[in-house]
């Protein structure tokens, strides 16, 4: 079995008309929300590295987490540029490639792909949006990472949305 933690990139600013997509930042919605998201985790799952995108967004929801989550600042994340993608069909190229090793995979990364990915890879989850901030905790029937298919047989065993999260103080 390997064990797939997708987390969306916390709400992103499109405040300045121009700036590239890869290097928009988080609002203040998106700032708040990654701490609390990281604070919210931790009390259920161990730290481990994450992958993420090298978006800006993606590198600010990292360093949130890491901020609101006492332990996961310390390992070794890693920034992937092949993570900068909205193509559920390139996330499973990139999650094809892991080491064997690895167990569990965390990704920060962007929609529409995670969406997409979810809803491939677990069947009747139906998930319209993944929101930003919003995590997925998925179970893969699979011994290797290089097996992972076109469909899917994974489940969904935690989901965890800002939207339920206690209200800020």
Wanted: aromatic share 6%; charged share 15%.
């Amino acid at each position: 079995m390997k064990t797939l933690h997708l987390l969306r990139h916390a709400k992103s600013d499109w405040a300045e008309p121009g700036l590239a997509d890869h290097d928009r930042p988080l609002n203040a919605r998106g700032l708040r929300d990654a701490p609390r998201m990281g604070a919210a985790l931790q009390h259920w799952l161990q730290p481990l590295p994450i992958h993420a995108s090298s978006a800006k967004r993606a590198q600010m929801t990292l360093a949130g987490l890491c901020s609101g989550w006492s332990g996961l600042g310390g390992l070794s994340h890693r920034t992937e540029t092949a993570l900068y993608t909205f193509s559920a069909e390139q996330l499973r190229v990139w999650l094809r490639a892991r080491p064997e090793t690895d167990e569990a995979v965390f990704l920060i990364a962007h929609n529409p792909g995670l969406t997409d990915l979810a809803n491939h890879l677990v069947p009747g989850l139906h998930l319209n949006n993944l929101p930003t901030a919003g995590y997925l905790q998925l179970q893969l029937p699979l011994q290797h990472w290089a097996a992972l298919g076109d469909g899917g047989a994974g489940q969904l065993v935690h989901q965890l949305f800002p939207r339920d999260l206690p209200s800020p103080a």
